[in-house]
């Protein structure tokens, strides 16, 4: 007889990495709804393109915001409107990295799009397992007059929102 498997309760390191980089995003949406962001459910597919016409504090998730620097969709973790704070809405990115793997490599890949976006960017990094060179190379990239404005760890960013950056 075959065994089968569920492969939602079965541990593989995708699954894994999977249910950690979950954990960073609930984190992230929790923190937002602590500032009294709400949750955009509809018409997530125009949101981007009229996100300058949406009012109050909202944000949404896995978001299709343009097209990549290979010209394929692109979707990003979060996208948060507040046209106060915001004018042009702020994109999150979480890169959850927990043990030693490719996720680093892929850096200047979405440097790359962040940049083609020309959208205010952050990028939340943290589980220790990229190379600490990858990060700071990353950090350096950082400019608040451009489309990448931050990279924090979840510490760094709470330390953020406390000083008022999400209003």
Known sequence: MEK???????????????????QLEQF??????????????NHKKQV????????GKQYAQQVPCGTSIYETQRKCDFLVLNKEKFPEGLIIECKWQQSSGSVDE????????????????????????????AMDWLKDQVDPRRALIGVYSMSEFQTQVNNGFLG
């Open 28 to 41: 992230v949406a929790r923190t937002l709804e602590s500032r009294g962001y709400t949750e955009f459910w």
């Open 4 to 22: 089968k498997t569920n492969s939602l309760s079965e541990t593989t390191p995708t699954n894994k990495a999977n249910k950690t980089g979950n």
């Open 106 to 133: 892929k850096y200047p890949f979405s440097l790359f799009n962040i940049i083609k976006i020309g959208v205010p960017t952050i990028i939340l990094l943290d589980g220790g397992g990229y190379k600490k060179a």
């Open 48 to 55: 981007f393109e009229n996100r300058k016409a949406v009012g």
